[in-house]
């Protein structure tokens, strides 16, 4: 028996890593003989980084950088086990967790400090950088990261326009001459999960700004700013990407990317897949377990257990999802590949608890997945 163990962390509480050996321990409750790998998995916003060095046997470095708010923070970013990878998530640096709830203005918050993560890699001499830019506080078009990177954004009297999404309504010009020249020779892959544009209805200000702190005015003066700010930068640079799938992610560091560095973005389960070797590790596999903490309709559109399992039905291997929890069009991960999914609840409980316990839960639910397993195997050698 072959199993590959491949979920995505239980947000809140337990990493990918911590939920992968959860799952082995369920695993091998019922197959102790069992060859197991484990591939932590990640979807490029938080735990990324972790998953990513996890499962190349890579290493964990520290920096302090800017946080959102202008603070100091310290933040990881990892270097993968081929030592030529760095990977950093803008959530490290960037988050919205960073930010207390009674302080949360995306009108002022900065991508500076994941500019600098930025630097750090480079500055270790790595040309190779995956980045994830899941879970931002921020909604600066990416400036911030630029500014980090030698960029200066300037009003009509020349001066330096403040940090912050707000200010670049005033952006009248941009000063590229001080651009990190070791972009140029550089390789970003851009961890994304979704499709935003930077501006409008569904752009970076009006359907991401709110879960940031910003009321309805704020959206309208934010998206008024990113529109006149990618105009700027469409004539400086000569880009145009506002309207690019992706663009809007994490408050428009999407666009910012594209704008400034030779970033290409793609889905993040994808490039962390691609990063693992997850494609030899499933084939021959005879089972693969997934999961995250809730599955519902987004699931379906592209996160970690979809991107799994779509991996693995290429190789014909079965695909069961353990989930925390279960929400609407949870049935829509069927059709994406997924042949299974349980939760890993057993019986009603406060949410508190059910985190609190999670990785004694993760355990029991993989353990209950694989007797399913085992009697279906147990079906088909009767039939035999």
């Known amino acids: 028996m072959r199993i590959v163990i491949a979920p995505d962390s239980f947000k809140g509480s337990l990493s990918a890593l911590e939920v992968a050996e959860a799952m082995e321990r369920g695993a091998r409750a019922v197959f102790p003989e069992a060859e197991v790998a484990k591939v932590p998995i990640a979807d490029g916003g938080e735990g990324t980084v972790e998953a990513l060095v996890a499962a190349t046997s890579g290493r964990l470095e520290e920096r302090t950088v800017r946080g959102p708010l202008g603070e100091p923070v310290q933040a990881r970013w990892g270097v993968l086990g081929d030592g030529d990878t760095a ?19 995306p009108r002022l918050t900065t991508t500076y400090g994941t500019g600098e993560l930025v630097r750090a890699a480079l500055d270790a001499g790595l040309s190779k ?3 994830g830019i899941g879970g931002s ?16 954004f300037l009003d009509a009297a020349g001066a330096d326009l403040p940090e912050g999404g707000a200010a670049l ?62 105009a700027v930068a469409h004539a400086s640079t000569g880009r145009d990407v506002a309207k690019l799938p992706g663009a809007g992610a994490a408050g428009g560091l999407g666009a910012g990317l594209l704008f400034f560095t030779p970033a290409r973005l793609r889905p993040g389960v994808a490039i962390v897949l691609e990063s693992t070797g997850f494609d030899g590790l499933v084939k021959g596999a005879d089972l693969v377990l997934t999961g995250e903490g809730r599955t519902d309709f987004q699931t379906a559109m592209g996160k970690a257990p979809v991107g799994v399992a779509e991996a693995a039905k290429k190789h014909g ?12 069009g ?18 009603p409980m406060p949410l508190e608890e059910a985190m609190a316990r999670g990785a004694e839960l993760i355990e029991a639910a993989a353990a209950r997945a694989c007797r399913l397993v085992r009697v279906g195997m147990q079906l088909a050698e009767r039939k035999a």
């Open 87 to 105: 990977v950093i998530e803008m959530a490290a640096a960037s988050g919205l967790p960073l930010v207390p709830k009674a302080r949360r203005d």
């Open 129 to 131: 950088l995956i980045v």
């Open 137 to 152: 506080a921020t909604n600066d078009g990416g400036t911030g990261l630029a500014r980090a990177l030698g960029v200066r």
């Open 169 to 230: 309504a005033r952006l009248a010009r941009l000063d590229l001459s001080g651009l990190d020249p070791r972009l140029e020779f550089a390789q970003l892959l851009v961890a994304c999960d979704v499709d935003n544009p930077l501006t409008g209805p569904r752009g970076a200000s009006a359907v991401y700004g709110p879960q940031k702190g910003a009321t309805p005015a704020m959206v309208q003066e934010l998206d008024r700013a990113l529109e006149h700010y990618a």
């Open 317 to 328: 291997v079965p695909v069961v999802c353990l989930a925390g929890g279960l929400g609407d």
């Open 330 to 347: 949870a049935d829509e991960v069927l059709a994406k590949g997924i042949d299974a999914i349980l939760s890993t609840i057993p019986q």
